[in-house]
């Protein structure tokens, strides 16, 4: 069975402490993997998709990296903006559904000024 | 341009009524998908659309749940005899062609049942 688990569940960071945050799968056929970062009361915002492993992607103080079984979101000098519920998502094909996407639970991030 | 939008924002009912929540996607769309967050947990799949059809439907909890998407755009996920236990954010998604394609959320409907 098609699985996410990310870890921490919850993080707490001073301002300008950088941090990285776990996502493991476990898929028959990855085909993609997404970030998501998600603010109280509103829906995912799309970060970045990953297709391989080895690709990284960067935007701002964020950075997505991916290996055959887990994903890396580093954040570097965090700021109290970036406090939110980041998601990790996979796509695979083999799973039972053409289209969906398999979430994990979350990672809390709070960063303090 | 507009993203997806998703109506009402916000739902209370009665147990044992009936409910209908409307999706609005991305223009130019064809994968419009539905997912159900509850507290503390990530979005779980319902169902996947690729044009007018269900392409997915495995996720829709039991036959109480039903979703149409009658011209390939707007989508209404319908809930009959509703439980307190369907209380939760009812979560749209869309994009481009469906597959690893990237899938853009909507605000979200919370529904509240009492």
């Known amino acids: 069975e098609d699985q996410v688990t990310q870890s921490p569940e919850a993080l707490r960071l001073q301002e300008g402490e950088s941090s990285s945050l776990n996502c493991s799968y476990t898929?028959?056929?990855?085909?993609?993997l997404f970030w998501y970062r998600q603010d109280p009361g509103k829906g995912p915002e799309f970060l970045f998709t990953?297709?391989?492993a080895g690709e990284e992607k960067e935007k701002e103080r964020l950075k997505a990296t991916l290996t055959k079984k887990e994903s890396f979101l580093h954040i570097t000098a965090p700021k109290p903006e970036d406090s939110a519920t980041y998601l990790c998502a996979v796509h695979s094909p083999y799973g039972g559904s053409q289209g969906n996407l398999i979430f994990g639970k979350g990672t809390k991030l709070s960063v303090k000024p | 341009g507009a993203g997806v939008s998703q109506t009402p924002s916000n739902k209370v009912t009665e147990k044992g009524k009936y409910v209908e929540l409307r999706c609005d996607p991305i223009?130019?769309?064809?994968?419009l998908y539905w997912y159900r967050q509850s507290l503390g947990q990530g979005p779980e799949f319902l169902i996947y659309?690729?044009?007018?059809?269900?392409?997915?439907d495995s996720g829709l909890p039991n036959d109480r749940f039903f979703a149409v998407r009658p011209e390939g755009s707007v989508s209404t996920l319908k809930i009959q005899r509703t439980e307190r236990g369907d209380s939760a954010v009812y979560l749209c998604?869309?994009?481009?062609?469906?597959?690893?394609?990237?899938?853009?959320f909507g605000p979200g409907t919370r529904l509240t049942v009492l």
């Open positions: 898929v028959s056929g990855l085909r993609g």
């Open positions: 223009s130019g769309h064809t994968a």
């Open positions: 998604a869309s994009s481009p062609g469906g597959g690893a394609d990237t899938q853009y």
């Open positions: 990953l297709y391989s």
């Open positions: 659309f690729q044009g007018t059809g269900a392409a997915d």
